[in-house]
């Protein structure tokens, strides 16, 4: 059974840095797309960035330059470096995978997901 366990969340002030962890287990071979999501309070989820085979990487244009998505595939574990925190980044951060790229209209569809884990922005 394939897990995704989210760490790192936390309260921060603005202008700080959080680094999430993704720490994935159960899957006996690399995923193929694995992305990071994050949803506020009253709004819908997000997509923050995304990356692919060969390096490919998408980021929102409201993380572009502050945000880093890698991974560690020795540690099966998927990271979000988060610099210069605006209180516009509260929210609860999904992280996700997939075994193949999925899109319908337009929308990645992924084959799992983790429980999220908050992080909070202080002005």
């Known amino acids: 059974q394939v897990q995704l366990v989210e760490s790192g969340g936390g309260p921060v002030q603005t202008g700080g840095s959080l680094r999430l962890s993704c720490a994935a287990s159960?899957?006996?071979?690399?995923?193929?797309?694995m992305a990071w999501y994050r949803q506020a309070p009253g709004k819908g989820r997000e997509l923050v960035a995304r990356?692919?085979?060969?390096?490919?990487?998408y980021y929102a244009d409201s993380v572009k330059g502050r945000f880093t998505i890698s991974g560690d595939n020795a540690k099966n574990t998927l990271y979000l470096q988060m610099n210069i925190l605006k209180p516009e980044d509260t929210a609860m951060y999904y992280c996700?995978?997939?075994?193949?790229?999925?899109?319908?209209?337009?929308?990645?569809?992924?084959?799992?997901w983790g429980q999220g884990t908050q992080v909070t922005v202080s002005s």
């Open positions: 996700a995978a997939g075994n193949n790229r999925v899109v319908v209209n337009g929308v990645y569809h992924f084959d799992y």
């Open positions: 990356t692919e085979p060969h390096g490919t990487t």
């Open positions: 159960g899957n006996s071979f690399r995923f193929f797309i």
